[in-house]
């Protein structure tokens, strides 16, 4: 986000458990950091609902950049999941915020953008994490962790323990009952009578490929990604 964006953002945040993620809020943080309102709205052009999403995807940023700094490989990979959910639930931080977003995005216009943004949470664990699938697992591993993902924090919004240790201990029932089906799962391909009556399936579902994740520099629309901090920007094309 540019400079101006994350003002914005910031200004907001205090306004929205009074106004929500709205419109009221960006004039509010507009009149606070005095940036002019159209300015404000070129930046946030649905109000309310983009600066929902800048939130969240600055919720995503300090995930990655945690995930950067810790060191993960002693655990279990179950665990290591597991860990990078409670990351990014206690990169929300304030309850009250992430409340009135799940109320904006529960609302028929936006449930797109909240699947959406919930759906890229999943994606940067499972890229983080090292997932190297390509085939139709790429995308029941991260369907699976939005709902995963979504149901704890509906549970933590509501969660009065100390440290929020019940809603970690939700959490672990849930990885726990993915685990438990992926064991089911791993029986069924170990038993030959099941692996024939399940060929024609997965037959169908080995020709479902995991989306490329560049275009290719001379597609038309690729932008040149954003350089690291004291390089030079490249050109951009399209």
Not at 17 to 33: H, I, M, Q, V, Y
Not at 163 to 188: H, N, P, Y
Not at 194 to 203: D, E, I, Q, S
Request: aromatic share 8%; charged share 25%.
């Amino acid at each position: 986000m540019t400079d101006q964006m994350e003002r914005l953002l910031d200004a907001t945040l205090i306004h929205v458990p009074f106004d929500g993620w709205s419109e009221d809020s960006l004039r509010a943080a507009a009149a606070d950091t005095g940036i002019d309102i159209a300015t404000a709205r070129a930046l946030f052009p649905r109000g309310g609902v983009d600066l929902a999403l800048a939130f969240h995807r600055r919720g995503d940023a300090e995930l990655a950049a945690r995930l950067a700094r810790e060191d993960l490989s002693h655990l279990r990979f179950r665990d290591r999941v597991t860990t990078a959910v409670r990351y990014r639930i206690e990169a929300a931080q304030d309850r009250e915020l992430v409340r009135r977003g799940t109320a904006l995005f529960a609302l028929p216009p936006y449930a797109a953008d909240g699947a959406r943004a919930i759906w890229g949470t999943a994606d940067l664990i499972w890229t983080a994490l090292g997932d190297t699938s390509e085939d139709y697992n790429w995308y029941t591993k991260r369907v699976t962790l939005s709902g995963i993902y979504s149901a704890t924090i509906l549970y933590w919004l509501g969660d009065e323990s100390p440290d929020s240790m019940a809603t970690w201990a939700f959490l672990d029932r849930r990885i726990d009952g993915v685990m438990q089906f992926e064991r089911v799962k791993g029986a069924v391909e170990k038993n030959p009578v099941m692996r024939t009556l399940l060929a024609g399936p997965r037959a169908i579902l080995a020709c479902i490929r995991a989306p490329q994740r560049d275009l290719k520099p001379n597609m038309p629309g690729y932008t040149m990604p954003d350089p690291p901090p004291g390089a030079k920007p490249g050109p951009q094309q399209g």
